[in-house]
């Protein structure tokens, strides 16, 4: 049953906020949740509106079992709205749907609950409709504003709200919760690997169901074993399995990213600093190799190396010529 003791344990501070409005008796009109995808954005959201309609409520949390808690997490309460881009934007007509519900009272209670979903997509004319909503608080509604940028929100807008800012998942918190979904069977290794590239369920999901990032980790293996035994072979590894297997631009963006990875684990072996491996397991022997064989310094400068071709790549030098430079570096 999730309360806000549940959401607490992955938003600490976002929850002792709003716990202790309620508690006071001192919620306000409007919120700005501010978070990347998978902090919880929208679970806060249900929360809340559970909290304020809950026929239930046990002190600040919410019964999860009521009518009106049961047809919150179904997205079918009368008087909760959720509004979502059309598309790639949120138009004026969608704003203008919602102040005309808002003229109205609520359904069921006095009161009723917004909840825009990606309000940096709001158009600009959408955007100063909201804003005059806004500027006009009805003592029994509540907006509910989601985002992943809120710089990207008109500044009068966020002046407007409560700014709560959710936090990204800690790397063993996330780890754990990959391990846990039962339907996917995510080893304890793949997990570190994911929650080195993402603290997003969704984008790890993704990333381990297709699979290629563990085809992408093995390449990288097998570079530095070339490394490391056929030195003078690298340049046509490069050629015939790098080039041909990275073809589209998020694979080369992720084979420089576990390039990275793999460089900062086998520093982090090499002078004992204790820090959790997310490439390699211990028992890698192509770690024990690389560690052994390579000095610091010349680890340290191919991590220079890496960082420098992730700016080219991002300035869009050509992919090619970005990782012919790296070899002859490494």
Known sequence: ???????????????????????????????????????????????????????????????????????????NHPDVHWI??????????QIDYLRK????????STRKVYIIDQT??????????????????????????????????????????QLIDLQPLDEVTFQQKLQQLDDEHISE??????????????????????RKVYEIQQLVADLFHILNTQYEERFLFIHERWLSTLTEKEEQELGLEL????????????????QSLSFFTKEDSVLQETTERFSNKRLVHM?????????KWAQHVNPTLVVEQLILQL
């Open 120 to 161: 940096e997509t709001l158009t600009t004319h959408a955007a100063n409709r909201l804003l005059k909503f806004l500027e006009e608080p009805n003592i029994t509604s509540t907006a509910i504003l989601l985002t992943e940028q809120s710089q990207a929100i008109l500044p009068t807008i966020r002046s407007r709200c």
């Open 101 to 108: 519900e808002f003229a109205f009272s609520g359904v069921e």
């Open 1 to 75: 049953m999730l309360g806000w003791s549940d959401f607490a344990k992955k938003q600490p501070l976002a929850s002792k906020v709003i716990v202790n409005s309620i508690v006071k008796n001192r919620l306000t009109h409007a919120y700005l949740i501010q978070g990347e995808r998978g902090t919880g954005k929208k679970t806060f959201a249900k929360l809340l509106a559970k909290t304020l309609f809950c026929e239930q409520r046990n002190d600040e949390n919410p019964c999860n079992h009521c009518h009106a808690c049961r047809r919150i997490q179904s997205r």
């Open 303 to 311: 991590l220079k190396s890496i960082l420098d071709a992730k700016q």
């Open 259 to 274: 390039l990275l990875l793999a460089c900062r684990d086998i520093i982090h072996t090499q002078v004992g600093s204790g």
């Open 189 to 210: 290794a793949n997990s570190k690997l994911l929650s080195a590239l993402t603290t997003n369920i969704d984008d790890a999901l993704k990333l381990h169901n297709e």
């Open 84 to 93: 979502e881009p059309d598309g790639t934007t949120i138009r004026n007509e």
